[in-house]
């Protein structure tokens, strides 16, 4: 019984003094191509180009890009393999040391096809003259395939003032879905289809809505989007946030959705609804 104990005690302490991950230096970045926070056009096939300028590395590092569905980090500082929608290196320009260039996933069913906002990274390792194997990682920067957002136009009834124009941050029952809509269009360009909205009062100026709904290409569900009325540049606009799990119509006829489906974070700032018309919630359709 003694000696049980001994060894319990034995393994503890081994565990104990177990090193925690630990994390990777900073990769500091300059000339970076697609800059952080940059829209791309849906590109299903030929992969996205990067390219980029890494100070620390000594020359002949191994430098790759990691693309995730999130921009949660592990222990480590880096993106984890389970959100990882893609993985590759970049070769270094013989003639500048430090310039790298290489291109995404080429497909077909490459993840730059698919509207929405994604994160990477790019991670370094190299092995000194001891032998040390090194490794370094940049900061998360986001990259959304879609359009940008338009400008609203200027205000057509001479300002906040206006007939018609929003005074205050209070928002309606038939805010909430228009925003939806405007929000689902915006990001997918497609129109959703079955859309339920599931929208609950926050406080006067915010709802939370659960929304569910497919298109002509994904089929949408555990999303929660938040909307809330706020004032910028002097005028009142919608700020949107949605999260939920996005899964092909093409991989569900195989599998479950659950299965099948990657993690979404979309974020946007609309044009308030205009007021006046109970039909401005359909204009969106």
């Given amino acids: ?15 104990a003094l177990a090193p ?20 791309r056009p849906p590109t299903p096939t030929g992969g996205l180009a990067w390219q980029l300028t890494v100070t620390g590395p000594p020359p002949g590092a191994d430098v790759a890009v990691t693309v995730s569905s999130s921009p949660v980090t592990g222990p480590d ?27 995404s996933d080429p497909g077909p069913n490459a993840w730059s096809a698919d509207l929405g906002v994604y994160y990477w990274q790019a991670v370094a390792t190299w092995t000194d003259a001891a032998g040390v194997l090194h490794s370094a990682g940049s900061a998360i920067e986001k990259l959304t395939i879609g359009t940008p957002p338009a ?12 007939a018609g124009a929003r005074t205050t941050l209070a928002m309606s029952s038939l805010d909430a879905p228009f925003y939806i809509r405007a929000l689902i269009r915006q990001q997918t360009n497609r129109r959703p289809v079955g859309l339920h909205y599931a929208c609950k009062r926050l406080k006067s100026s915010s709802f939370r809505c ?27 606009v919608a700020r949107a946030t949605l999260t939920g799990r996005r899964a092909s119509r093409t991989c569900t006829r195989r599998r479950s959705v659950r299965a099948c489906g990657v993690r979404i974070r979309w974020r946007a700032t609309l044009a308030t609804r205009p007021l006046g018309s109970s039909r401005a919630a359909r204009s969106v359709r």
């Fill in 210 to 236: 659960r929304p569910r709904w497919h298109d002509s290409r994904n089929v949408y569900s555990s999303t929660t989007a938040t909307l809330t009325h706020v004032r910028s540049g002097g005028r009142v």
């Fill in 20 to 39: 925690a991950a630990q994390a990777v230096d900073p990769l500091p970045l300059s000339a970076v191509s697609p800059a952080s926070g940059a829209f």
């Fill in 151 to 162: 400008t609203p136009p200027p205000s057509q009834t001479g300002g906040q003032g206006g």
């Fill in 77 to 103: 500082g880096t993106l984890p393999t389970d959100t990882r929608l893609d993985f590759f290196r970049l070769t270094e320009n013989p003639a500048a040391p430090g310039q790298f260039s290489g291109l």
């Fill in 1 to 15: 019984m003694r000696r049980i104990v001994v060894t319990l005690l034995a393994a503890a302490g081994v565990l």
